[in-house]
């Protein structure tokens, strides 16, 4: 079945930026995700991408597609103690109709 | 305000005592879907429904139950519940279950402890 894969922890320092990685393993993915959960909350949606684009800029967030490695990644910049959370991937296709396909997370530590 | 909301938010039970998680979105969603979250793995789906009357298995559906007898209202039962049902529940809705994912709400969880 479709798989997503995220390293499961990244510590940062406040000021840096951070980039959150993820791969997956669904040819036919057609939307991917990146959704951000803080402590004692559910989900909230960061950004998305098509898969017919590169790259996507959204403020601090940038978010790099590779296709052709099935490679996307998360950066913000000017990380701040607020970006602390755990950082889902996830992917959607044209073959998953209904579905979204969650990677395991990767919590994010920003340190002063 | 747009929101999903879950009750309740925490739960804990004993096994083989059925239980029911209610789940209501007030933005008229076509897509509502329930997900356990555990340690290690992520997000799983469990159930999803793309309109009234219309449910289908997600990934991990052995041991739930849901219906979609109203738009606004998708609830999780649990017939007999065992321990490794212990986990955070999230229910989330969506306009549709497609090319709308960037609406999809969350609700804030529910913590389900089967003793």
């Known amino acids: 079945g479709e798989d997503v894969e995220q390293s499961l922890f990244l510590s940062v320092r406040e000021g840096d930026s951070s980039v959150i990685n993820c791969t997956y393993t669904?040819?036919?993915?057609?939307?991917l995700y990146w959704y951000k959960q803080e402590p004692g909350a559910g989900l909230q949606l960061l950004t998305y991408?098509?898969?017919?684009?590169d790259m996507k800029q959204d403020q601090r967030l940038t978010v790099l597609l590779n296709k052709k490695d099935k490679h996307l990644s998360l950066r913000i910049a000017d990380t701040q103690t607020g970006d602390s959370a755990i950082y889902f991937c996830?992917?959607?296709?044209?073959?998953?109709?209904?579905?979204?396909?969650f990677g395991a997370g990767t919590q994010v530590v920003v340190t002063p | 305000e747009a929101q999903v909301t879950q009750n309740p938010r925490y739960l804990i039970t004993v096994t083989g005592k059925k239980l029911t998680v209610t789940c209501s979105q007030n933005m008229n969603h076509e897509y509502m879907s329930w997900y356990r979250q555990d340690p290690g793995l992520g997000l799983r789906q469990i159930y999803y429904?793309?309109?009234?009357?219309?449910?289908d298995k997600g990934d991990v559906p052995e041991g739930y139950k849901v219906s979609r007898k109203e738009k606004r209202n998708f609830p999780l039962i649990l017939e007999s519940p065992s321990p490794n049902q212990t986990s955070l529940y999230f229910c989330?809705?969506?306009?549709?279950?497609?090319?709308?994912?960037?609406?999809?709400?969350f609700g804030p969880g529910t913590r389900l402890t089967v003793l």
């Open positions: 429904s793309m309109n009234v009357e219309v449910t």
């Open positions: 989330a809705s969506s306009q549709d279950g497609g090319a709308h994912w960037d609406t999809q709400y």
């Open positions: 996830a992917e959607s296709g044209i073959d998953s109709w209904g579905k979204l396909q």
């Open positions: 991408i098509f898969s017919n684009m």
């Open positions: 669904d040819s036919s993915s057609t939307y």
